[in-house]
């Protein structure tokens, strides 16, 4: 058992938690997962990407089975715990793990049949980018791209927001719109880019994309989808219909309801 709060564990730990935490995290290739609902999601579906379990005693109680030849496991003390995790109450579970190494080429040659995927385009907020990986898993989408320049997804704060989404549907990072247009070249994809001032009603758009592969384009929190994203894209541009008296909705409110019209509309 570790009982030291010096301990290299703990230093490899919080530098990939702390101010820093994303240099860390890009030049180590690894990330944190802390608390038991998401442990338990990865210990299903991605065992396999952890490297280190650290438990402690009350941790290890929690979970019924811990798949065996994947990680290292290390019981830690309640006070090392608490000195490694970003949270405030500590669940007594945490692990690191290999950042995916995903590559969305790979994933388009083998899929076989019509897709659901979103891009994000330069989402800057933590808690947004967790929300829309877990709406686009809860709506049966079949990957979600983030471009360049957006949010760190394997920050601690947007594993948290994703409630385990992370390990339930594909991710892709720092896809640039030209990048994607290269990609997509001579694909028979159609993509709709939501905009206030769109030309398509949410609904329409969603029924005359249920039959072929789609993909749902969302822009910047503050600046929304820049012309130029729509213009190197061809994308059609779809706005959501708001009836009531505000005068908008927020980045991850408008995607989950996208996402929900798309999956409506496929059923």
């Given amino acids: 058992m570790i009982t030291s709060l010096h301990s290299p564990h703990v230093e490899a730990v919080k530098a990939l938690l702390g101010s820093r935490g994303g240099k860390a995290r ?20 991605s065992p396999e990407e952890i ?13 019924a089975t811990i798949p065996e030849g994947y990680f290292e496991i290390v019981e830690v003390s309640p006070e090392v715990m608490k000195a490694m995790t970003d949270t405030v109450t500590p669940q007594g579970l945490l692990a690191i793990a290999q950042i995916p ?16 995927i979103a891009y994000f385009w330069q989402i800057q907020d933590p808690g947004n980018a967790g929300t829309v990986i877990r709406a686009a898993d809860a709506f049966g989408f079949d990957a979600v791209i983030f471009s ?7 920050s601690p704060k947007v594993v948290r927001s994703s409630a385990g989404s992370h390990w339930h549907i594909p ?14 070249s001579g694909k028979a994809f159609e993509i709709y880019g939501t905009d206030a001032s769109g030309g398509l009603e949410l609904l329409a758009a969603a029924n005359e994309s249920k039959k072929r592969s ?23 541009q779809v706005a959501i219909p708001i ?20 999956s409506a509309a496929r059923k």
């Fill in 51 to 63: 490297s280190t379990l650290y438990l402690t005693s009350d941790g290890m109680s929690r979970l």
């Fill in 101 to 116: 190494q995903n590559s969305f080429a790979d994933f388009l040659a083998a899929s076989k049949n019509e897709l659901k």
């Fill in 171 to 184: 991710l892709f990072t720092s896809i640039s719109e030209g990048e994607l247009k290269t990609q997509l």
């Fill in 148 to 154: 360049d320049n957006s949010v760190d997804i394997y």
């Fill in 26 to 45: 890009k030049e180590s290739g690894q990330y944190v997962i802390e608390g038991l609902s998401s442990i338990k999601e990865a210990l299903d579906f």
């Fill in 214 to 236: 789609a993909i749902w384009v969302f822009g910047n929190e503050a600046r929304g989808l820049d012309a130029k994203v729509i213009s190197t894209l061809g994308a059609k």
């Fill in 243 to 262: 009836s009531g008296k505000a005068e908008s909705l927020n980045l991850a409110t408008a995607a989950s309801v996208v996402m929900y019209a798309v």
